[in-house]
């Protein structure tokens, strides 16, 4: 095994727990991307099935029957809208689309199922900025989505807006409108809580007060040591130039699998949690690092993500977010539930 994921069951299920009484709303676990490019085959009946779990979200319909086929139950929300080629899904796979576009009203016109309406209230994405004509649709849900939880005034008056927005809608089971970014927010009016990133211990932004479990470790194996002379070019373009004799480990994951070229000469890995530097570029399947003076063999394992370094870590010296990395993830690390 060339490299792995391990994924935490206790601290997603702990995750969530912390995310009910951090609220004391039920949640709606956002699974989108493959799980945040975790493994929603892994993940997803773990998840879907903690009692706190009242309903999945994905992108788009696709990603619905995939859960379906793999036996999930509990409703499922498509926050994509809905079109006309796609009736068929929501029909057959009981998905519950969002509507945020007359296109939708008009494509859901003989959709007898429950349906979410979603409003932009300041994020200039997804959503209706007026209550719309939504015809016979069955609305059981209202959401909107917040640009800026760090900034508590926009998001105040986006909650604020949103309220007023709803005022004119009845019987809504399902009023949704924080992410992992605002559960700092207490939204009284609010029934649930629409979750992703926290609920695998991720930070939604560098600088968010609270924390979860980590429940990610991403390791891959040495493949190759050597020792080289002072002065030897390291990777394409020989951006590193060893400044003394130097041992020089190739670890088997690359820019291909999800590891950001930004970290080129930047980033860290760990081994024995010894911090221990990138060096060169990092090529498509094989990434350089400094283990001069480290007691290392062929076949260990070192740690990309995991007690020493989060995604989130990660992604603030690759100049991203931690969702950007993890949805980049390649199918060929092996991703293990422990
Ligand atoms: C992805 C997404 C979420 C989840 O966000 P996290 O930051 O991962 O908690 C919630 N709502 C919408 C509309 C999303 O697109």
Same mark, same amino acid.
């Given at each position: 095994?060339?490299?792995?994921?391990?994924?935490?069951?206790?601290?997603?299920?702990?995750?969530?727990?912390?995310?009910?009484?951090?609220?004391?709303?039920?949640?709606?676990?956002?699974?989108?991307?493959?799980?945040?490019?975790?493994?929603?085959?892994?993940?997803?009946?773990?998840?879907?099935?903690?009692?706190?779990?009242?309903?999945?979200?994905?992108?788009?319909?696709?990603?619905?029957?995939?859960?379906?086929?793999?036996?999930?139950?509990?409703?499922?929300?498509?926050?994509?809208?809905?079109?006309?080629?796609?009736?068929?899904?929501?029909?057959?796979?009981?998905?519950?689309?969002?509507?945020?576009?007359?296109?939708?009203?008009?494509?859901?016109?003989?959709?007898?199922?429950?349906?979410?309406?979603?409003?932009?209230?300041?994020?200039?994405?997804?959503?209706?900025?007026?209550?719309?004509?939504?015809?016979? @649709?069955? &609305? *059981? !849900?209202?959401? =909107?989505?917040?640009?800026?939880?760090? %900034?508590?005034?926009?998001?105040?008056?986006?909650?604020?807006?949103?309220?007023?927005?709803?005022?004119?809608?009845?019987?809504?089971?399902?009023?949704?409108?924080?992410?992992?970014?605002?559960?700092?927010?207490?939204?009284?009016?609010?029934?649930?809580?629409?979750?992703?990133?926290?609920?695998?211990?991720?930070?939604?932004?560098?600088?968010?007060?609270?924390?979860?479990?980590?429940?990610?470790?991403?390791?891959?194996?040495?493949?190759?040591?050597?020792?080289?002379?002072?002065?030897?070019?390291?990777?394409?373009?020989?951006?590193?130039?060893?400044?003394?004799?130097?041992?020089?480990?190739?670890?088997?994951?690359?820019?291909?699998?999800?590891?950001?070229?930004?970290?080129?000469?930047?980033?860290?890995?760990?081994?024995?949690?010894?911090? @221990?530097? &990138? *060096? !060169?570029?990092? =090529?498509?399947?094989?990434?350089?690092? %400094?283990?001069?003076?480290?007691?290392?063999?062929?076949?260990?394992?070192?740690?990309?993500?995991?007690?020493?370094?989060?995604?989130?870590?990660?992604?603030?010296?690759?100049?991203?977010?931690?969702?950007?990395?993890?949805?980049?993830?390649?199918?060929?690390?092996?991703?293990?539930?422990?």
């Amino acid at each position: 095994m060339r490299s792995y994921l391990l994924i935490h069951k206790r601290a997603l299920r702990r995750n969530l727990e912390r995310i009910y009484s951090i609220q004391k709303k039920r949640i709606i676990a956002v699974l989108k991307a493959n799980a945040y490019g975790i493994g929603l085959n892994v993940v997803a009946p773990i998840i879907a099935n903690h009692p706190f779990v009242d309903m999945i979200a994905v992108a788009c319909p696709t990603e619905g029957a995939n859960l379906r086929e793999m036996g999930i139950k509990k409703p499922i929300l498509v926050l994509g809208g809905a079109f006309e080629d796609e009736l068929k899904l929501f029909k057959n796979y009981s998905l519950t689309p969002v509507i945020s576009h007359i296109e939708h009203i008009r494509a859901l016109k003989h959709f007898s199922g429950n349906v979410h309406i979603k409003f932009d209230t300041g994020m200039g994405r997804l959503g209706f900025l007026d209550l719309p004509d939504t015809k016979n @649709l069955k &609305i *059981v !849900g209202a959401m =909107t989505h917040l640009c800026c939880p760090q %900034d508590i005034k926009e998001t105040q008056s986006q909650i604020e807006r949103f309220k007023n927005l709803i005022k004119g809608l009845r019987n809504l089971k399902f009023i949704h409108i924080q992410s992992s970014g605002s559960l700092t927010y207490r939204v009284k009016f609010a029934t649930h809580v629409r979750v992703g990133i926290s609920i695998f211990g991720e930070k939604p932004f560098e600088g968010f007060k609270l924390s979860f479990q980590r429940a990610l470790e991403l390791r891959a194996s040495i493949i190759s040591i050597k020792e080289v002379p002072e002065g030897y070019g390291v990777s394409y373009s020989k951006t590193f130039i060893t400044p003394r004799k130097t041992k020089l480990g190739v670890v088997a994951i690359g820019y291909a699998d999800g590891l950001s070229r930004q970290l080129s000469n930047r980033g860290f890995l760990y081994l024995n949690s010894q911090k @221990l530097p &990138i *060096v !060169g570029n990092i =090529t498509m399947d094989l990434t350089i690092m %400094d283990l001069t003076n480290v007691d290392a063999k062929v076949g260990d394992y070192v740690e990309v993500v995991g007690p020493n370094q989060s995604f989130s870590e990660l992604a603030k010296i690759a100049n991203t977010i931690p969702y950007e990395l993890m949805t980049s993830l390649s199918f060929r690390i092996k991703r293990i539930l422990v």
